[in-house]
T-cell receptor
Framework: DARVTQTPRHKVTEMGQEVTMRCQPILGHNTVFWYRQTMMQGLELLAYFRNRAPLDDSGMPKDRFSAEMPDATLATLKIQPSEPRDSAVYFC????????????FGPGTRLTVT | GESVGLHLPTLSVQEGDNSIINCAYSNSASDYFIWYKQESGKGPQFIIDIRSNMDKRQGQRVTVLLNKTVKHLSLQIAATQPGDSAVYFCAEKAGANNLFFGTGTRLTVIP
Protein backbone atom coordinates (compact mmCIF):
# COMPACT_ATOMS: atom_id res chain seq x y z
CA ASP A 1 0.00 0.00 0.00
CA ALA A 2 1.89 3.06 -1.27
CA ARG A 3 1.81 6.06 1.02
CA VAL A 4 3.33 9.48 1.41
CA THR A 5 5.48 9.57 4.52
CA GLN A 6 6.39 12.65 6.51
CA THR A 7 8.88 13.17 9.31
CA PRO A 8 8.79 14.22 12.01
CA ARG A 9 5.13 13.77 12.91
CA HIS A 10 5.43 16.29 15.71
CA LYS A 11 7.93 19.06 16.32
CA VAL A 12 8.11 21.54 19.16
CA THR A 13 10.74 24.21 18.87
CA GLU A 14 11.57 27.64 20.17
CA MET A 15 11.16 30.80 18.19
CA GLY A 16 14.23 31.51 16.09
CA GLN A 17 15.22 27.90 15.58
CA GLU A 18 15.48 26.23 12.18
CA VAL A 19 12.88 23.61 11.38
CA THR A 20 13.19 21.03 8.62
CA MET A 21 10.27 18.87 7.59
CA ARG A 22 10.72 15.93 5.25
CA CYS A 23 8.46 14.14 2.85
CA GLN A 24 8.88 10.96 0.88
CA PRO A 25 6.44 10.97 -2.04
CA ILE A 26 4.89 7.85 -3.44
CA LEU A 27 7.32 6.11 -5.76
CA GLY A 28 6.65 7.12 -9.33
CA HIS A 29 4.77 10.29 -8.49
CA ASN A 30 6.30 13.32 -10.14
CA THR A 31 4.32 16.09 -8.46
CA VAL A 32 4.82 17.11 -4.84
CA PHE A 33 2.79 19.66 -2.92
CA TRP A 34 3.32 21.34 0.44
CA TYR A 35 0.26 22.58 2.33
CA ARG A 36 -0.18 24.29 5.66
CA GLN A 37 -3.28 23.87 7.79
CA THR A 38 -4.23 26.25 10.57
CA MET A 39 -7.38 26.95 12.49
CA MET A 40 -7.68 30.40 11.03
CA GLN A 41 -6.73 29.84 7.39
CA GLY A 42 -7.62 26.23 6.78
CA LEU A 43 -5.58 24.41 4.13
CA GLU A 44 -3.26 26.62 2.10
CA LEU A 45 -0.95 25.62 -0.72
CA LEU A 46 2.62 26.71 -0.01
CA ALA A 47 4.52 25.26 -2.95
CA TYR A 48 4.51 22.53 -5.51
CA PHE A 49 7.06 20.73 -7.62
CA ARG A 50 6.89 18.76 -10.80
CA ASN A 51 9.77 16.51 -11.76
CA ARG A 52 11.67 18.06 -8.84
CA ALA A 53 11.43 21.57 -10.29
CA PRO A 54 9.54 24.21 -8.31
CA LEU A 55 6.50 25.35 -10.31
CA ASP A 56 4.82 27.61 -7.82
CA ASP A 57 5.90 28.78 -4.41
CA SER A 58 3.84 31.94 -4.31
CA GLY A 59 2.03 30.77 -1.19
CA MET A 60 5.23 30.59 0.79
CA PRO A 61 6.82 33.44 2.79
CA LYS A 62 10.11 33.71 0.91
CA ASP A 63 12.09 35.37 3.65
CA ARG A 64 11.96 32.40 6.00
CA PHE A 65 10.58 29.41 4.11
CA SER A 66 12.34 27.30 1.52
CA ALA A 67 11.30 24.12 -0.26
CA GLU A 68 13.52 21.76 -2.17
CA MET A 69 13.60 18.33 -3.74
CA PRO A 70 17.17 17.06 -3.50
CA ASP A 71 16.08 13.89 -5.28
CA ALA A 72 12.91 12.19 -6.46
CA THR A 73 12.41 10.44 -3.14
CA LEU A 74 12.77 13.41 -0.81
CA ALA A 75 11.12 16.80 -0.51
CA THR A 76 12.03 19.20 2.28
CA LEU A 77 10.40 22.28 3.74
CA LYS A 78 12.57 24.50 5.91
CA ILE A 79 11.69 27.41 8.11
CA GLN A 80 14.51 29.63 9.32
CA PRO A 81 14.01 31.38 11.65
CA SER A 82 10.77 29.92 12.93
CA GLU A 83 8.11 32.10 14.54
CA PRO A 84 5.08 31.27 16.71
CA ARG A 85 2.75 32.14 13.80
CA ASP A 86 4.28 29.23 11.87
CA SER A 87 2.61 26.80 14.26
CA ALA A 88 0.42 24.62 12.07
CA VAL A 89 0.12 21.18 10.56
CA TYR A 90 2.19 20.90 7.39
CA PHE A 91 1.07 18.36 4.82
CA CYS A 92 2.93 16.97 1.90
CA UNK A 93 1.01 15.43 -0.99
CA UNK A 94 2.24 13.68 -4.10
CA UNK A 95 0.49 12.97 -7.35
CA UNK A 96 0.78 11.71 -10.88
CA UNK A 97 0.90 13.99 -13.89
CA UNK A 98 -2.27 15.91 -14.63
CA UNK A 99 -4.44 14.07 -12.15
CA UNK A 100 -5.48 16.21 -9.22
CA UNK A 101 -7.65 13.36 -7.97
CA UNK A 102 -4.54 11.26 -7.55
CA UNK A 103 -3.05 13.70 -5.09
CA UNK A 104 -2.31 11.64 -1.98
CA PHE A 105 -1.68 13.38 1.30
CA GLY A 106 0.79 12.38 3.95
CA PRO A 107 -0.12 12.30 7.65
CA GLY A 108 1.30 15.75 8.30
CA THR A 109 3.87 17.31 10.62
CA ARG A 110 2.41 19.18 13.56
CA LEU A 111 4.72 22.10 14.28
CA THR A 112 4.53 24.11 17.46
CA VAL A 113 6.78 27.14 17.80
CA THR A 114 6.94 28.58 21.30
CA GLY B 1 -8.67 16.43 15.62
CA GLU B 2 -5.80 18.85 15.30
CA SER B 3 -6.60 19.62 11.69
CA VAL B 4 -9.78 21.60 12.25
CA GLY B 5 -10.75 24.96 13.53
CA LEU B 6 -12.87 25.97 16.47
CA HIS B 7 -15.52 27.55 14.31
CA LEU B 8 -16.08 24.91 11.67
CA PRO B 9 -19.65 24.33 10.60
CA THR B 10 -20.82 21.12 12.19
CA LEU B 11 -23.34 18.50 11.27
CA SER B 12 -24.56 15.77 13.58
CA VAL B 13 -26.50 12.86 12.17
CA GLN B 14 -27.85 9.62 13.51
CA GLU B 15 -26.17 6.46 12.32
CA GLY B 16 -28.04 5.12 9.34
CA ASP B 17 -29.43 8.48 8.27
CA ASN B 18 -28.29 10.31 5.16
CA SER B 19 -25.92 13.27 5.47
CA ILE B 20 -25.74 16.31 3.26
CA ILE B 21 -22.72 18.55 3.43
CA ASN B 22 -22.73 21.81 1.54
CA CYS B 23 -20.04 23.96 0.04
CA ALA B 24 -20.06 27.28 -1.75
CA TYR B 25 -17.24 28.03 -4.15
CA SER B 26 -16.01 31.38 -5.31
CA ASN B 27 -14.78 31.12 -8.89
CA SER B 28 -17.47 30.75 -11.51
CA ALA B 29 -14.80 29.65 -13.98
CA SER B 30 -13.76 26.64 -11.87
CA ASP B 31 -14.23 23.50 -13.90
CA TYR B 32 -13.26 20.76 -11.49
CA PHE B 33 -14.07 19.99 -7.87
CA ILE B 34 -13.06 17.40 -5.32
CA TRP B 35 -14.47 16.36 -1.97
CA TYR B 36 -11.99 15.26 0.68
CA LYS B 37 -12.45 13.54 4.01
CA GLN B 38 -10.04 14.28 6.84
CA GLU B 39 -10.02 12.13 9.92
CA SER B 40 -8.39 13.25 13.12
CA GLY B 41 -4.62 13.10 12.89
CA LYS B 42 -4.57 12.27 9.20
CA GLY B 43 -4.21 14.04 5.91
CA PRO B 44 -7.15 14.71 3.59
CA GLN B 45 -8.33 11.70 1.62
CA PHE B 46 -9.96 11.85 -1.81
CA ILE B 47 -13.63 10.88 -1.82
CA ILE B 48 -15.14 11.90 -5.14
CA ASP B 49 -14.68 14.45 -7.87
CA ILE B 50 -16.85 16.15 -10.47
CA ARG B 51 -16.24 18.20 -13.58
CA SER B 52 -18.26 21.28 -14.37
CA ASN B 53 -19.91 19.63 -17.38
CA MET B 54 -21.75 17.36 -14.95
CA ASP B 55 -24.47 18.06 -12.40
CA LYS B 56 -24.22 14.85 -10.46
CA ARG B 57 -21.81 12.05 -9.86
CA GLN B 58 -22.22 8.97 -7.74
CA GLY B 59 -19.77 6.81 -5.94
CA GLN B 60 -20.05 4.16 -3.31
CA ARG B 61 -22.55 5.58 -0.78
CA VAL B 62 -21.62 9.12 -1.84
CA THR B 63 -23.12 11.51 -4.37
CA VAL B 64 -21.84 14.92 -5.35
CA LEU B 65 -24.20 17.51 -6.79
CA LEU B 66 -23.00 20.61 -8.58
CA ASN B 67 -25.12 23.70 -9.11
CA LYS B 68 -23.11 26.07 -11.23
CA THR B 69 -25.83 28.71 -11.25
CA VAL B 70 -25.38 29.41 -7.57
CA LYS B 71 -21.82 28.07 -7.29
CA HIS B 72 -22.77 25.36 -4.86
CA LEU B 73 -21.58 21.83 -4.25
CA SER B 74 -23.05 19.23 -1.99
CA LEU B 75 -21.88 15.86 -0.78
CA GLN B 76 -24.51 13.33 0.13
CA ILE B 77 -23.55 10.31 2.21
CA ALA B 78 -26.07 7.52 2.31
CA ALA B 79 -26.61 5.40 5.43
CA THR B 80 -24.04 7.33 7.43
CA GLN B 81 -21.76 5.19 9.58
CA PRO B 82 -19.61 6.03 12.62
CA GLY B 83 -16.54 5.72 10.39
CA ASP B 84 -17.83 8.64 8.36
CA SER B 85 -17.18 11.01 11.28
CA ALA B 86 -14.55 13.43 10.00
CA VAL B 87 -14.08 16.88 8.54
CA TYR B 88 -15.15 17.17 4.92
CA PHE B 89 -13.61 19.70 2.55
CA CYS B 90 -14.58 20.72 -0.90
CA ALA B 91 -11.79 21.90 -3.16
CA GLU B 92 -11.91 23.68 -6.49
CA LYS B 93 -9.29 23.57 -9.15
CA ALA B 94 -7.23 26.74 -9.21
CA GLY B 95 -4.66 26.77 -11.97
CA ALA B 96 -3.16 23.77 -13.71
CA ASN B 97 -2.26 21.77 -10.67
CA ASN B 98 -3.58 23.67 -7.70
CA LEU B 99 -6.52 23.15 -5.44
CA PHE B 100 -8.23 25.80 -3.34
CA PHE B 101 -9.80 24.27 -0.27
CA GLY B 102 -12.93 25.37 1.53
CA THR B 103 -13.01 25.72 5.31
CA GLY B 104 -14.54 22.32 5.95
CA THR B 105 -17.52 20.86 7.79
CA ARG B 106 -17.24 18.56 10.77
CA LEU B 107 -19.55 15.56 10.54
CA THR B 108 -20.35 13.70 13.74
CA VAL B 109 -22.24 10.43 13.52
CA ILE B 110 -24.25 9.53 16.59
CA PRO B 111 -24.39 5.77 17.15
Amino acid sequence: DARVTQTPRHKVTEMGQEVTMRCQPILGHNTVFWYRQTMMQGLELLAYFRNRAPLDDSGMPKDRFSAEMPDATLATLKIQPSEPRDSAVYFCASGGTGELRSQYFGPGTRLTVT
Amino acid sequence: GESVGLHLPTLSVQEGDNSIINCAYSNSASDYFIWYKQESGKGPQFIIDIRSNMDKRQGQRVTVLLNKTVKHLSLQIAATQPGDSAVYFCAEKAGANNLFFGTGTRLTVIP
